[in-house]
C-alpha cells in the first residue's frame, strides 16, 4: 500500500469570492477532517495532480503536511470537480488514526481469460470495479485481485467469493454480484432494459464547498 505526500498550507479565507480567487491563482481549496477536528487547506493544483497521477488506480493513504510541521495521515474522501471543465473545485480528506480500523474503497484488479469467453463464446460483465473494506491503515491494500479465468456462461463472482488480506474485512451484502460470465443473448437483453441516460437537466448541481 502506496503512502504518498502532500505539503499544503492553512486556509484563513472562505466564501465563493475567495474560493474563485483561490482557483484563478492555481490553488485548489481542501479540508482535512477527523479526529484532530476540521483543518481549512489550501493545495497547489500542480501538486495535487502529480500526487493523482502517482496514486494511480491504486487505494493509498497520504501524509498531508501542513507548513509549520502538523502531519495529518488521511485518505482521500472525496474530490469535486466542475462539471464543465474538470477542473478541481475542492478536496476532502479523512484523518485515520494507525491504531483504529478505517473505512474505505479498494480498487478491484481482474485477471485471467474466462473460460467461457475463451471457449464459448461469451461475455465477461464486470458489476463493480471497486469495493468497500474495513481494516487497520498498515493492512489497506492497493487493490483485490479476481481471478476470472474459472468463470463460464452463468457463473458468477460474488463479493463473499473474494480473496483478501489477512486483517482486511469486505463490507456489504455478501451475495451482492462483483463479475459474471454471460451469453451474447443475454448481455443484449438486460442491455435493452437499462433506462435512458439522465439528461443533463436532470443531472444534480455540484455542492457547494466551505
Do not use: W
Not at 28 to 34: D, K, L, N
Not at 180 to 207: G, H, L, Q, R, W
Amino acid at each position: 500500500m502506496k503512502h504518498l505526500k502532500l505539503l499544503v498550507a492553512k486556509r484563513d479565507e472562505f466564501g465563493r469570492g475567495s474560493m474563485k480567487r483561490l482557483r484563478a491563482s492555481g490553488k485548489v481549496p481542501a479540508v482535512v477532517y477527523g479526529h484532530s477536528g476540521t483543518t481549512a487547506l489550501v493545495v497547489d493544483e500542480k501538486e495535487l495532480k502529480t500526487l493523482l497521477k502517482e496514486k494511480g488506480h491504486s487505494a493509498s493513504l497520504v501524509n498531508i503536511e501542513i507548513k509549520g510541521g502538523t502531519v495529518h495521515l488521511s485518505d482521500i474522501a472525496a474530490i469535486q470537480r466542475d462539471p464543465v471543465t474538470d477542473k478541481f473545485l475542492h478536496v476532502d480528506f479523512h484523518e485515520v488514526s494507525q491504531s483504529e480500523k478505517m473505512t474505505t474503497v479498494v480498487p478491484l484488479e481482474f485477471f485471467g481469460e474466462a473460460i467461457g469467453v475463451k471457449q464459448n463464446g461469451g461475455v465477461l460483465d464486470i458489476v463493480r470495479h471497486e469495493v468497500t473494506v474495513k481494516c487497520l491503515p498498515s493492512d489497506l491494500p492497493s487493490s483485490i485481485r479476481v481471478d476470472v479465468s474459472g468463470l463460464d456462461i452463468g457463473t458468477i463472482v460474488h463479493l463473499s467469493d473474494l480473496i483478501v488480506p489477512g486483517g482486511v474485512e469486505l463490507v456489504g451484502d455478501h451475495a451482492s454480484p462483483i463479475v459474471s460470465c454471460n451469453s451474447i443473448a443475454a448481455e443484449e437483453k438486460a442491455k435493452e432494459a437499462v433506462p435512458a441516460e439522465t439528461t443533463a437537466a436532470e443531472a444534480v448541481a455540484p455542492k457547494t464547498e466551505q
